[in-house]
């Protein structure tokens, strides 16, 4: 087998947490286990120290507005020094603006193969940074630029593939889906992680409980969240709902709470850095809440299928794909009439969440291990390729 040196290239990673920067660490946590040595490459982050050896940061500054992510200055200090003195064989960016710039120049400098992933719907970040479509064009054409000059792009599911081609990319895509870091537990696991799970959250086995998990912005269509359990909330059902993470709009979604009289329902947990503290909130729920529309894969669904949770999503959105309504999960219109009335559907026939549970840990869950065995397979024949003057482009 041959051991290969990669590289991961993120513009966030731990303890920035979110769903790029978790595959960004996932893919060279499992690759230096099993494949060589891989190696994860993106911002520092003041105050916070890696405890392993296969993290290489570039300095950074705050990014007004946008905390707590950060704006990378690669050219500064040794970090160039320190990136241009490993011997890759093939590096990966997973994002197209500061980190993917430097996994370019790598790769150009090494005359080595570069992977891209497109994991995220620049159009719709676009639009709330500039407030206008002229400059949200220009800016997509400029990374369409990046992700053109790449050996390989990846998408994390089908559906993604036409959100990328709206945005004007005209070359080869092949779909490599995400894995999730959290392992399913057996019975012994899961009745001690519920015993904690309530313990730390004050809910009771008798509660419905849902869990959202991520950025607490309105893109993720939150909103639609608050105004549906408003409406369950007035047919005195017993719920708890927990929302983990931070976010631009975490203020106003707090306002909308008390204005909706649901904070004896409500529980804003904030960001949970503890892997094991958040497989206790994942045992105790009972439906996952991820109506996103912004997404293009979610691997907040494969962890709480990892639990047998199955998730409510929206008909239309790019994170549907695979699912089957009341099957492996529940599909909805987008409104907050729809996800009340499958909701109070699946209260009153809990049968309906345990069979959804089991089908999306039988179809959804995959642990990373798994996944970055096909990983390997696809860098060492990205490699051979290029090393026979073949591109996928």
């Not at 570069?114 to 407030?131: C, G, M, N, Q, W």
């Not at 990374?143 to 994390?156: E, R």
């Not at 499958?342 to 291990?369: C, D, F, N, S």
């Amino acid at each position: 087998m041959k051991q290969l040196i990669t590289g991961e290239f993120n513009d966030s990673l731990i303890p920035i947490m979110d769903g790029v920067g978790l595959v960004a660490k996932n893919y060279a946590y499992w690759l230096n286990r099993k494949y060589g040595k891989g190696y994860c490459i993106g911002p520092s982050v003041p105050g916070y120290t890696d405890t392993e050896d296969h993290f290489l940061r570039f300095p950074t500054v705050p990014l007004p507005g946008h905390a707590p992510y950060r704006y990378g200055l690669p050219f500064l200090g040794s970090f160039r020094k320190q990136l241009d003195e490993i011997s890759f064989d093939i590096v990966h960016a997973h994002c197209p603006f500061v980190s993917g710039g430097e996994a370019l120049r790598v790769a150009r400098k090494r005359n080595i193969p570069l992977v891209t992933t497109f994991h995220s719907k620049y159009r719709e970040d676009f639009l709330s940074a500039f407030h206008s479509r002229f400059l949200a064009d220009k800016a997509l054409a400029r990374i369409m630029k990046f992700y053109h000059q790449a050996d390989m792009v990846w998408v994390p599911n089908e559906p993604s593939i036409d959100v990328l081609r709206s945005y004007g990319f005209k070359g080869h895509v092949e779909v490599a889906i995400n894995g999730t870091d959290l392992i399913s537990p057996g019975a012994e696991e899961l009745a001690q992680l519920k015993k904690s799970g309530y313990e730390r959250s004050g809910a009771s086995p008798e509660d419905f409980i849902m869990l959202f998990v991520g950025q607490h912005r309105w893109e993720k269509n939150v909103r639609l969240i608050l105004e549906g359990l408003k409406i369950i909330h007035q047919q005195q059902q017993n719920f708890k709902v927990f929302f983990i993470g931070t976010g631009p709009e975490v203020k106003e979604m707090k306002q909308l709470t008390a204005q909706y009289k649901l904070t004896d329902n409500i529980q804003f947990k904030g960001v949970i850095k503890d892997r094991e503290v958040l497989k206790s909130y994942y045992a105790i729920t009972d439906v996952f809440l991820f109506p996103s529309l912004y997404d293009t894969a979610s691997l907040v669904m494969r962890e709480a299928a990892a639990f047998q949770v199955p998730t409510i999503l929206v008909n239309e959105a790019t994170t549907a794909k695979g699912i089957t309504d009341e099957e492996n999960g529940f599909l909805i219109d987008n409104t907050a009439e729809a996800f009340a009335d499958k909701l109070l559907k699946v209260m009153k026939h809990p049968e309906l969440q345990k069979k959804a549970g089991a089908g999306a840990r039988a179809t959804i869950y995959l642990p990373w291990e798994k996944i970055v065995d096909d990983v390997y397979e696809r860098y060492i024949d990205i490699i051979d390729r290029r090393a026979h003057g073949l591109t996928s482009q």
